[in-house]
């Protein structure tokens, strides 16, 4: 995309990292609620990589880092899962093509979630993988990776030519 003065990469920033910090906190404030919205914490960083790869960056450790005082696992959930695949995919889209942004972000996503499992031990994966082995585990973390790096890519591609309209 086009170069960005100071200002307007500050205050782009900024109000990006201010909603994906929203999304990404709601399963603290609204527990039901919330799990459905936090989700939509990599949509920010998407459009913050997208229109540039600093700014994405600024945006997801920016995030990372005020979501520390908010909530650690959810700092740890953003740095490993939703935010590294908006970083991902933000930068793929458009510089590399749809397929080449789908593999990397399903890759990546797949890793993050092989590592919130067995390093951290999130609960909720910790739990699938006492039951299952881990290979089938590592087959299931890729496949769900695919299809959800395939929807997040395509919904992107069309909401930024959306933007882009307006």
């Known amino acids: 995309m086009k170069k960005m003065n100071i200002g307007m990469f500050i ?20 527990p039901a609620i919330g799990l459905a919205l936090s989700p939509f914490s990599t949509l920010p960083i998407a459009i913050a990589a997208v ?23 959810e700092a740890i959930i953003l740095l490993f899962t939703t935010g590294l695949l908006g970083i991902v995919i933000g930068s793929f889209l458009y ?27 999130i609960p909720a994966f910790a739990e699938l993988s006492n039951s299952l ?18 929807i997040w890519s395509i919904g992107l591609r069309k909401f930024i030519r959306y933007l882009i309209k307006i």
């Open 11 to 30: 205050c782009f920033g900024g109000i990006l990292t201010t909603i994906a910090i929203l999304f990404q906190s709601a399963p603290v404030f609204l």
């Open 133 to 150: 082995s881990t290979p089938l585990i590592i087959i299931i973390f890729l496949s769900f990776s695919l299809v959800y790096a395939s």
């Open 51 to 73: 229109s540039n790869i600093s700014l994405g960056f600024a945006v997801f450790f920016s995030s990372a880092l005020i979501l520390v005082i908010v909530s650690t696992k």
């Open 95 to 121: 510089r590399k093509g749809i397929a080449i942004s789908i593999l990397f972000s399903s890759i990546a996503l797949s890793l993050g979630m092989v590592f919130l499992t067995y390093i951290v031990g």
